[in-house]
């Protein structure tokens, strides 16, 4: 609605995991590297952890299409070990897939598939998003067995864990001693945060700031460093601002979006 009144092509702030929406900050793109040395490296597995709306996801999404490697992004994680094992079969190799998945099969065709793989070049890449959900034991000793298809003494399978600090309490020490790399992604600074900004708003089209220094700052701080819960309130103050005919975004329209973007406002009474 507001995108003609700012001369913008797109909604800068929309909610989306689309890789073409990612910016480099100076703490994501350290936990890309350490990332992206673990996998390259044939270390194995890795994980990635922080708070919810941290830009997990967007990394491990923008890291699989950096390595251009066959990828499965499992979202739902609390699956039991058998459906974790056909699903990923069906992920990497759905030119074998079956209309019958007992888990010895799925086992055979994962082996037969990654040893495939490996002698292409390519070592696949598992990503598990919301790792901390997690809560069968079994599921991770299973995430653990596969790091066992070994090629000359190394994984197959790359491995990355994706989740809150959680994930970490929940992991079983048999799957957290085969981690090459531990990072936590924390909220952006306020210097990245104004760098996120800028960067959403030049992908969207524009060609001039659209936020005051002062309402950047509290961007910030109202959205607690965090890029979905900034996502959401630059989208209504600049909502707010188009509506009350301003052609930038100041600190009190921020504030006012602070306020009704809280999920339980307090109410007048």
Sequence with gaps: MYEKHFSLSSRPFRDSVATGDYVALTGHDRSMRRLRYAIEHCQGSAA????????????????????????SHLTFPALPAAELLGFLADELYPSLTLSS??????????KSGLT???????RPLLIIDEAQLIEDPATFETLRLLLNFTTNGVANLNLLLVGTAELLLNMP????????????????????????????????????????????????????????RMNRLADL?????????????????????????EPYPTLAA
């Design 116 to 122: 495939a793989s490996v002698a292409k070049g390519n």
């Design 48 to 71: 990635l952890y922080g708070p919810s709306g941290s830009g997990k996801t967007m990394i491990a999404s923008r890291l699989a299409i950096d390595l251009g490697v066959p990828t």
């Design 173 to 228: 020490p048999a799957l957290a001693d085969r981690l090459a790399a531990r990072c936590l992604l924390g909220p952006l600074t306020k210097e990245e945060a104004r760098s996120y900004v800028e960067g959403r708003l030049q992908a969207a089209g524009a060609d001039r700031p659209l936020f005051s220094p002062e309402s950047l700052v509290a961007l910030h701080r109202l959205a607690d460093g965090l890029p979905r």
């Design 237 to 261: 103050s600049l909502m707010i601002a188009y509506a009350e005919e301003s052609e930038c975004v100041q600190i009190g329209m921020v504030e006012s979006a602070a306020r009704e973007y």
């Design 101 to 110: 998945r007992p888990i010895g099969e799925s086992l055979r065709r994962l």
